[in-house]
């Protein structure tokens, strides 16, 4: 079965939500330079410790010391990377949190995020291939809502020796047809399971149903 992960939770009331419609990890985004779903660290660590699934911290730091402050902040169980981090930052941290599991970002702009997955999938547990921006004056580090070339994820997946998530612009329109596509170990969705920025019940309950018939 494709695994599920239900990103920007906002309370334990969404947590809930979400786990009680079938999802299999959840998202708690930390700081980030734009995008929708950040909360406090207080929160992401008052959630995490109410749930019993697996849950992620989206995280925009890229420094080692900063990096190993932020999960000692934010007791999840995996950690984003949102944007690149050096290698020498990646062991660090690994060091420092051997427990967690660590999930790369890679940003599909185009056929170079092959190279950029190649580059890092010998350092971290498990990519997510996402829409953002990160090289704009004000990053886009994921939660664009939008698409990208799904034959450039697949390729990623047929090559990538470790598991790999796909995000961007996923909804219960379109959830099937990309699984279909990439064949991914999971998909992952923010804003379109939101109205009005809050997690909806109808939504969630179509998204999961379509990933379950992909």
């Not at 998202?27 to 950040?38: C, E, K, R, T």
């Not at 990646?90 to 427990?99: G, K, S, T």
């Amino acid at each position: 079965m494709t695994r599920i992960k239900i990103c920007c939770i906002q309370s334990e009331a969404e947590a809930k939500l979400a786990l009680a419609a079938g999802a299999d990890a959840l998202g708690l985004v930390a700081a980030m330079p734009s995008g929708p779903g950040p909360i406090p660290e207080q929160r992401i660590a008052e959630i995490a410790a109410a749930v019993d699934t697996l849950t992620v911290l989206l995280t925009a730091r890229t420094q080692a010391d900063d990096l190993i402050d932020h999960l000692a902040e934010c007791p999840t169980q995996a950690v984003q990377l949102g944007d690149r981090v050096a290698p020498r930052d990646i062991a660090a941290l690994r060091a420092a949190h051997p427990q967690r599991v660590y999930i790369q970002a890679i940003h599909v702009n185009g056929p170079s995020a092959l190279d950029a997955a190649r580059d890092v999938w010998d350092r971290v547990d498990m990519l997510l291939l996402d829409s953002g921006s990160p090289n704009k004056a004000v990053k886009a580090l994921g939660g664009t809502g939008r698409t990208h070339d799904w034959r450039i994820s697949a390729e990623i997946v047929r090559a990538s020796p470790i598991p790999v998530w796909l995000a961007g612009g996923l909804t219960p329109q379109n959830v099937r047809e990309a699984v279909r596509t990439v064949r991914p170990y999971g998909v992952d969705v923010c804003s379109g399971l939101r109205r009005d920025g809050l997690l909806d019940r109808d939504l969630l309950s179509h998204f999961v149903a379509e990933v379950g018939r992909a």
